[in-house]
């Protein structure tokens, strides 16, 4: 009977070796998390949000994605231009390529903020006329031009840059908590 009991420990303990292995090379090679900290996505995604994202995906213009940014953080921002893009915006409207690009997610907070502040929700800009894209007429290869949602106090590629494919720690895929707004994407 002893035999038999260490057998089952040592079968147990392997086991219990095993997951925490495969959940050590899932969390460093495949999946990221990341607590939501600050406004700057608001409302879509609010300070103390929890959510995962997967790591070495496809990106593609919206997706919410998790980057390295150049103080040393980890920001949460959407995908407006991809390599390539220009990316305008004149009166609240977004202009991709100089065509119209709807932002539905955006709508009930851009009329609040409008209502409130009689101004605009996004300020007007082009590539060329920021600083902190150099002035460029396009976004460069192989880098994406991120805003945050709540677009009045968002600090993103309009302060930061463009920001490169090598910064970008993964796609959001699934906001974990609080339950009440669990939501895949």
Not at 26 to 41: D, E, Q, Y
Not at 154 to 171: C, H
Request: charged share 20%; no cysteine; proline share 5%.
């Amino acid at each position: 009977m002893k035999k038999e009991t260490a057998k089952s420990w040592l079968w147990l303990v392997l086991d219990i070796v095993i997951v925490v292995a495969v959940v050590v090379v899932l969390k460093t090679f495949v999946i990221a998390t990341h607590n939501v900290s600050g406004p700057s996505m608001a409302p879509n995604f609010m300070n103390n949000d929890y959510v995962l994202a997967w790591r070495h995906t496809s990106l593609k213009r919206g997706d919410v994605v998790i980057l390295h940014a150049p103080d040393n953080a980890l920001y949460i921002k959407r995908i407006i231009g991809l390599p390539g893009d220009t990316v305008t915006s004149k009166d609240d409207v977004m202009y991709i390529n100089g065509k119209k690009y709807d932002q539905p997610y955006l709508k009930a907070y851009e009329e609040q903020w409008a209502s409130d502040n009689n101004g605009l929700f996004t300020q007007n800009f082009s590539l060329k006329s920021l600083a902190a894209t150099n002035h460029a007429a396009k976004v460069p290869k192989d880098s994406y031009f991120v805003m945050g949602d709540n677009r009045p106090i968002s600090k993103d590629s309009r302060l930061i840059g463009f920001v490169p494919r090598s910064k970008i720690e993964g796609k959001i895929i699934w906001r974990y908590w609080p339950l009440n707004k669990w939501s895949v994407y």
